[in-house]
């Protein structure tokens, strides 16, 4: 469908630079990032993403994807080993 969309002139000169340096067309690049901004979740609240949450909340689905193989470092005490001491390095 054709339609006719009101840009920002520097919107439209870094638009249409970056689709030249990917060797594509102009009207491809914005029906991808139309698909991009689509795909996502709606914001909740009006005025922007959500920002609610604790650094928890946000990486929840993160948190525990790798695993070392090694228990918690921090309770073993050959990992503290000169912990804290200037290396010979900075000295």
Do not use: N
């Not at 840009?7 to 102009?26: N, T």
């Amino acid at each position: 469908m054709k339609t006719t969309v009101e840009l920002p002139d520097e919107l439209y000169r870094r638009a249409k630079v970056e689709a030249a340096l990917r060797g594509r067309k102009l009207k491809d690049l914005i029906a991808e990032g139309l698909r991009r901004v689509l795909e996502q979740p709606a914001p909740e609240a009006e005025g922007g993403e959500e920002t609610e949450g604790s650094a928890w909340d946000l990486m929840a689905d993160g948190c525990g994807i790798v695993h070392s193989g090694k228990g918690d470092l921090a309770t073993d005490p050959r990992h503290l080993e000169d912990f804290g001491e200037t290396s010979k390095g900075d000295r």
